[in-house]
């Protein structure tokens, strides 16, 4: 099957082709960040699927809710604001539409390992602005080149080449305004800190939690034997009395009649 004689198309990081002619690569979006996790969550499904195989972890551990605000080293908000709703839908629509290009210009900065963009837009209120939303980016740093002691990490132009990018559209109206601001997971806003996911249940709590529940099936069916038991010893003793003939007055000894002087 040929696919395509573009060389650019050999840029492409995680090409799936169609069967169909004319060939296309389907993922043509993915970046190098994505095809990342795609292929690290397929190895985690494998490992986990093993695991509860040889029954090590449950099946709940394959369905855990992914934290997005707790997974990251640095977390990038891209608020999108405006002062109707008609110009709002625009405006997130195309903010929206560059952010992959975002993704890849932040995948070259020095010291960046990985970024991640939030699946959905997230609603914030100000008074300065009648509709704001805003677009997360988390940013999994290099540890290596933290272990070499660097430390900051300098997406200034990056980020102002974005900003560039989306004042300069025609899209834009006087009435909107781009905002890029970073955090840390400790300095992230409290609208943003609602939205986490619980902790998910780990292996060894449902391990401690499913001995548990065994104690208390046991206790119970070492109860309802005790039970069983005494009952089949009432119903023996009962029978056993049934069956034993009763004792005639002259054989009781409380009847017997007593010797007279006479006869001793």
């Known amino acids: 099957m040929v696919w395509s004689t573009n060389p650019k198309d050999k840029l492409h990081v995680f090409p799936v082709i169609t069967p169909a002619y004319p060939s296309m690569n389907s993922t043509y979006n993915v970046s190098e960040s994505a095809r990342d996790i795609i292929l690290g969550e397929l190895k985690r499904g494998i490992d986990i699927t093993n695991a509860i195989e040889e029954g090590s972890k449950p099946w ?18 891209i608020f999108c604001c405006s002062q109707n709703a008609d110009e709002h839908l625009k405006w997130e629509g195309f903010i929206e539409s560059r952010i992959r290009h975002f993704v890849s210009t932040l ?26 939303s805003t677009f997360w980016l988390g940013l999994d740093l290099d540890q290596a080149a933290a ?5 900051n990490i300098d997406m200034t132009y ?16 006087d009435q909107m305004q781009a905002i890029v601001h970073c955090y840390s997971p400790q300095d992230l806003p409290a609208y943003i800190r609602a939205t986490t996911q619980p902790k998910p249940v ?26 069983n038991q005494a009952q089949t010893q009432a119903q023996t003793q009962v029978q056993t009395l049934a069956q034993t003939p009763a004792q005639t007055p002259a054989q009781t000894p409380a009847q017997t009649p007593a010797q007279t002087p006479a006869q001793t």
């Open 158 to 173: 990056e980020v102002v080449h974005f900003l560039d990018i989306l004042t300069s559209s025609e899209e834009k109206t």
């Open 107 to 132: 995948e070259c900065v020095d010291g960046v390992f990985l970024v991640r963009p939030y699946p959905n837009s997230l609603p914030f209120e100000t008074e300065k602005f009648s509709k704001v």
């Open 147 to 151: 272990k070499r002691g660097r430390r």
């Open 60 to 77: 709940t551990e394959l369905f855990e809710n992914f934290d997005f605000f707790g997974a990251y080293d640095v977390y990038l908000s």
């Open 202 to 227: 780990r292996v060894e709590e449902e391990k401690t939690k499913a001995t548990e529940d065994k104690s208390m099936i046991v206790e119970d069916q070492n109860h309802e034997v005790q039970k």
